[in-house]
């Protein structure tokens, strides 16, 4: 194995309570019922089908594309907001640790993310320089369980897919991962996943499965 590709929210810091109180005043505002279960079928898709599944429960007068175009603006906008309250502290030595000592035995290290936020939380966190290579929602057109994330991050780094391993918490980005042809590691949610190549309960065990 010559490369690492982690997906964000959920592996490498955890914004899902952003997410679900950015989406949930929206939805309140159109006088959608949106929850906690609901909001988990939104974990790794893009915005875009994030919204369609939000709506499945408007019974309003036909949106156009202009106003979805508007609400997912809204809500991004929130989300930002919330996200510009995160600091260094929002990831946990551990995380920290095993990213350098990763780097230190010269593996390359990438982001495979569907959010198109990546960036700006990494910066808000101090880890934009602890990867050689970003692929988030902003350079795909097809979120997971659609393989392009990891793809084109394997490709920014210049390496091949059979010599990279994908983290995910998600069962659709461990889909994505074995549609690149790369090692799943599950974790958190994911950790529980039989497609997994590898199931692990730390960020830590990483060190222990390099191939």
Known sequence: MKAFIFDLDGVIVFTDKFHYQAWK??????????DE????????????ESLEIILERYD????????KAELMEEKNNTYRKLLATMTPADVTDEVRDT?????????????????RNAKF???KVGLLDA????SDGNNITH?????EVFTKAGEFLGVKPKECVVVEDAYAGIDAAKAAGMTAVGIGDAAGYAKADYQIESFRELLAIQG
């Open 143 to 147: 979120s997971k369980p659609d393989p």
């Open 121 to 123: 939380i990494l910066e």
């Open 60 to 67: 309003g007068e036909p949106l156009s594309d202009e106003k």
């Open 25 to 34: 005043k929206m939805a309140d505002a159109m006088g959608i019922y949106f």
């Open 37 to 48: 279960v609901i909001n988990n079928r939104l974990r790794g898709v893009s915005r875009a």
């Open 131 to 134: 990867f050689d290579a970003i």
């Open 99 to 115: 990213l350098k000592k990763l780097h230190e035995q010269r593996y390359k290290l990438a982001i495979g993310s569907s959010s």
